[in-house]
Each structure stands twice: as structure tokens, then as C-alpha cells.
């Protein structure tokens, strides 16, 4: 499968503690983003890389979470602490970043459910 | 980035044509009108891009008049696996997928 993969699928965690989550974006993609959703909502961006490069962060991103992506491949968002209000489904996308294809492809995301 | 509203759900039966609108008013010039497809549990999809007039590719039609305050997908024939929902976007088109921004979007139900 060539498509964006994220581990784990699923993740119960209980309040306070720390969390990562891992995404794999298509492999020649220079743009990755991390999404997060709740029930019923649409995604909300939370922030996006070129490459390796953080370009933007969302103030949904508390100090509490951090994401990178060291060689500008996979990336990995880590949550500290978690809380109650953490729970819902990350998700990542990757996209080529060239002007003539604009689509963002996304990966089935992290459920993250925290008790 | 310009807000967009749009149904909040819509029913069809299999067979039968959907057309969902979105309305977005403050539409900026350089703002590209995209829409999503997300099942449970899955990430969005993409599924058509226009800016003006007419775009078609092989899932859907996108309809965008001349002022560009709103635009209509089609989707020719649904079956029920196109239930789902369907999210309208609109913002710069700045070289492959900046940050998107997805309102609520339409819950489309098919039934046989």
C-alpha cells in the first residue's frame, strides 16, 4: 500500500500520560499535515511541514503537544499529559507540493481515547 | 479564509442524482473551491477542485457560477456506498494542499 499509513489505529491511554503517535507519508510528498477531529466535526488543522521544516502551528497546538519530522519522511506527534479533552481521531495527510496537483491525501488516522 | 455553509445533511436514494451547494460569500480571488468525501472512520478524501464554471472528472461534477459565491457538486447516479460526508473548502490554492479548512460539511444518506 503506497497510500499515507499512521500507527497505532487506536490508542487508550489514561489522563497524565504521554502519547505518540507515528505517520508515514507518501513516500515523494514534501508537505505533511496533522489534522485532528472530534465526533461530528470536520477536521481542524493543527500544523504542517515542508520537509523537515515546522512552517505552521495552529493554536489548537498547546505547548502539551509537539510534532517533527527529522528527515523530512515520517513524522511523529507526541500529546504530554494528556487530558479528557485530547480524545479524538488524528489524523495525518501528505501532499506533493507543487502547484499542479493540489490534493491532499490522508492517512485512516489515531483514535485516541483517554480515561 | 473564506467560511463556507452548506446542508447539514441530505437523504437520496440509489440511482438518483445529489446535488449539495455551498455558499461562501467572501470567496477571495484567488481561492480555489475543493471538496472532500470522508467515510467513518477514514480520513478525507478528495474528490473534485475548481475554480470557475464547470469541472468534471470521473466521481463528480463541480458547478461554479460566475460570481463565485457558491458552487454545487453533482454526483451522477449515487449508489449507497456514497454515503458519507461531503465537506466544502475553499482557500489558496498555494502549491499543493496548504492547511485546509473543513467546516461541518453534508451527511449524505443513500438508501435503496
Sequence with gaps: DTGVSQDPRHKITKRGQNVTFRCDPISEHNRLYWYRQTLGQGPEFLTYFQNEAQLEKSRLLSDRFSAERPKGSFSTLEIQRTEQGDSAMYLCASSPGSLDNTEAFFGQGTRLTVV | ?112
Excluded at chain 2, 63 to 68: G, L, S
Design chain 2, 1 to 112: 479564509l473564506a467560511k463556507t455553509t452548506q446542508p447539514i445533511s441530505m437523504d437520496s436514494y440509489e440511482g438518483q442524482e445529489v446535488n449539495i451547494t455551498c455558499s461562501h460569500n467572501n470567496i477571495a480571488t484567488n481561492d480555489y473551491i475543493t471538496w472532500y468525501q470522508q467515510f467513518p472512520s477514514q480520513g478525507p478524501r478528495f474528490i473534485i477542485q475548481g475554480y470557475k464554471t464547470k469541472v468534471t472528472n470521473e466521481v463528480a461534477s463541480l458547478f461554479i457560477p460566475a460570481d463565485r459565491k457558491s458552487s454545487t457538486l453533482s454526483l451522477p447516479r449515487v449508489s449507497l456506498s456514497d454515503t458519507a460526508v461531503y465537506y466544502c473548502l475553499v482557500g489558496p490554492r498555494e502549491g499543493g494542499g496548504n492547511k485546509l479548512t473543513f467546516g461541518t460539511g453534508t451527511q449524505l444518506k443513500v438508501e435503496l
